[in-house]
């Protein structure tokens, strides 16, 4: 299965000297290619649907591509409204959505920018940062495809930012919240598997995002753990827009939380999991 062209080699036959519109319309004439044939390798009846700033290939019905197109567009418009500041759209070329009819051809697909070595976690979609950006999920009832959406559409939105993967995958469990309705629910049972699974030691995995790709319930954990950080920082939304920008991931946001609040990330986990040298371990500042 061909699975990207070389987009260095693409960006070095667009010139600069191009106007804005110019360049998104070559970028887009390049991923229609692209797309066109990847649809040509998958078995079944793939197509390209386009609409004002989204380009799909799947192998969906017609009624399907048009409910999920227009749930899309809204979702772009709702994901740079709520995190203004945060989220951005800049770019050239439309976002671009691969719908797998194949749980095999997804896995086929996602596992080619994986490491070769290495056991990951399952997943129901991907942004993939890689190339020309685009998010890709097997095939789902729309119940089910709406909340991955917005979660990747915010990683798209996201990709401009040298963020952490915590707080990457925290603003997009934050927007399923809000705009997808899949609630945050804590309850002692759930509390108490966090108490249990973190420790000083692997704490560490979450702040540098291996526990995101975890085999076990660290995954889950994981991601709920974000969540609670996001939903917390998101109650003073000036803060957490001026910690966003700062944030990278070499230090796993240190630096910007001391920064924008004057605290340590590891000090926003006290509050949930108690007491405790939860820190990230950065090299760079264990020098100084």
């Not at 380009?55 to 409910?67: A, P």
């Not at 707080?167 to 609630?183: F, Q, R, S």
């Amino acid at each position: 299965m061909s699975i990207n062209p070389d987009w260095n080699v693409i960006a070095g036959t667009i010139s600069n000297d191009l106007s804005d519109d110019e360049k998104h319309k070559a970028w887009q004439a390049e991923c229609m290619l692209w797309l066109g044939t990847l649809a040509k390798e998958l078995p079944g009846d793939y197509r390209i649907s386009d609409t004002e700033n989204f380009t799909i290939l799947s192998d969906e019905g017609d009624r399907y591509i048009k409910v999920f197109s227009s749930f899309l567009e809204l979702t772009r418009k709702r994901i740079l409204s709520t995190l203004k500041g945060i989220a951005s759209d800049e770019g050239f070329g439309k976002h671009v959505v691969i719908i797998f009819k194949d749980l095999d051809h997804y896995y086929d697909y996602v596992s080619a920018f994986f490491p070769e070595e290495g056991e990951f976690g399952m997943s129901s979609g991907m942004y993939i940062n890689n190339g020309y950006g685009h998010f890709v999920f097997p095939t789902q009832d729309m119940h089910y495809a709406e909340p991955i959406a917005v979660h990747e559409l915010t990683h798209a939105c996201l990709s401009h930012l040298p963020i952490p993967t915590w707080l990457n995958e925290g603003l997009a469990v934050l927007m399923e919240d809000v705009l997808a309705g899949n609630t945050l629910y804590i309850d002692k049972e759930i509390v108490a598997k966090h108490h249990q699974y973190w420790t000083e030691e692997n704490i560490q995995d979450f702040w540098s995002g291996a526990s995101f790709y975890a085999t076990d319930e660290g995954q889950e954990l994981s991601y709920h753990l974000a969540h609670v950080l996001l939903r917390n920082l998101s109650q003073n939304f000036n803060v957490l827009v001026r910690f966003t920008n700062l944030a990278t991931a070499e230090d796993s946001g240190e630096s910007a939380a001391m920064q924008a609040m004057g605290v340590s990330v590891g000090h926003l986990l006290e509050s949930f999991l108690g007491k405790g040298n939860w820190a990230p371990v950065v090299p760079q500042l264990a020098m100084t």
